[in-house]
């Protein structure tokens, strides 16, 4: 082969990395310990694993973790292959269903966790073949060697593998990141070990959502659990709004973006609720969910468009699906947890954002009615928002029904009750419910929550009163009634109103 600008006869030198050197780089990737166990079950999947085993054994410093699938597995020379570090290159092409990119994964996840790496991988009619990294052994040494055998003592832990015609266990020991020189008795560190298994398991059971969602596809096992998906977009949901999906095209590929609302938290359970809010909660996981061949990266980001996540957008999440051939242009990290789009793409979607943003902010702040209140003129509200001078006050809508009519009040108590009325709007709490609301929203009572329905009732004969007295007849009153908030909820109580129930309360005739 021909290289621009190097002459045959050129001298050089091998500078090849130093090993002791350059471990201690491969190491400081970034994962955290939930995305270094991604990575390597996406080797599993790629390798047609239909279980996946994890296991966290507590044992002080002594402690492991190992990754078992029951995929294709590797035979001997394509496990050193696949030990060396960069064993594909980037640029090639992969198989459409390929979770896989750098060639790197399986060594920098590993790594990043712990000092000694061990695979053993079986595949059909093989034996079980052997290799292992111990960074300690590589530093001394300073030379790659693969070491193809498991430590001592560590056979045991790679049993498994023997009851099984294929698969692949990934063992890792020496748990420096995350375990230490922590005694087998520490208490704390257990915990804190226990701890992470939760972390782990919530991390996955969201980042392969849609491969554990179809039955017969992928199960995942954690300390002989199994791990139920956490699908963000509470499908199940009657309330949950999907927004038009739109196929972006792009260098002849396609990205599809599915946009949806998910409910205000007084129409699902809380339970549903709590749940759905994810392993970061309401706020930081609302925005785009990128998927790469249905795998998550991105759970929740806003792709610097020039979005923050605001409180009030929480309820928008946005389904992103790549194709593994547009890694480049998306701007794949090695630890596939980032990804960025390209610029041709911003502009769009940049509308769909600020469009489902839209959305969300309604469905939060108005509980759902938003549509009705879009749709009617006539809907009555007891507050209005205005803007004066720049700035947002709330003031009681003067044209309600029941304040018109209390303004009929004799004319010498009318400035009482108007003071008492501005004073109302001048002190809204509004600082108090934001954070209220925002810290336990489902804590924030609905109008009339649980109130006997003779309270309710009780609001609503003065209203209905006031009505009649303005003319409209009894159906019209009852009609009307039905516009205001919240007395939509109530229609059962509204059908009861008659002029019966009114004479029976001790007050004015009509
Ligand atoms: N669990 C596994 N089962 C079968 N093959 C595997 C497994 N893990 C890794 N491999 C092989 O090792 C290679 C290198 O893996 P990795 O370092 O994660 O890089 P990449 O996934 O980007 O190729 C994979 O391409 C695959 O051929
Ligand atoms: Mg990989």
Redesign the pocket.
Known sequence: MIFSGVGDFEKYSIAAPLPSAMVESFRAFGYDIGTAIA??I???I??G?KNVWLSFHWDGNNSHVSIR?D????TES?LIS?MRLG??SPLEQRESHD?????????TASFSQCRRLTVA?RSKNHEVATSRWDLDYLTQVNEWRLLRSPADGSEQKLNDLANMFQG?I?LWEYLDRFVGNARTDDQKAQNDFLETVEVVENHLAMVFHRFLEKRDRLKLWINNRLIKPWNPFLLDAQATQILPSEPLTFNGETVKVQPYVLPHHSKIDQESYNRAAGVNGWNAQQGFYVYRNERLLVAGDWLSLGYQKDEHCKLARIQVDLPNSMDSEWNIDIKKSRARPPVILKADLKRIARLTRHRATEIYRHRGKVLARENTEDHVFMWDKKIMRGKVFYSINKEHPLVQEVFNIPNNYQPMIRALLRLLEETVPVQQIWLDSSVEPEKQAQAFDEIPSEQVMEVMIEIYRALRKANLTQEQARDRILTMEPFQRFENLVQNLSEELIRGKNHDSL
């Open positions: 990575d390597l996406d080797n599993s790629s390798a694993a699938d995929g294709h597995g590797m394509q696949a064993s594909q979770l896989g990119r750098f060639g790197l994964g399986l060594k991988s692949t990934v």
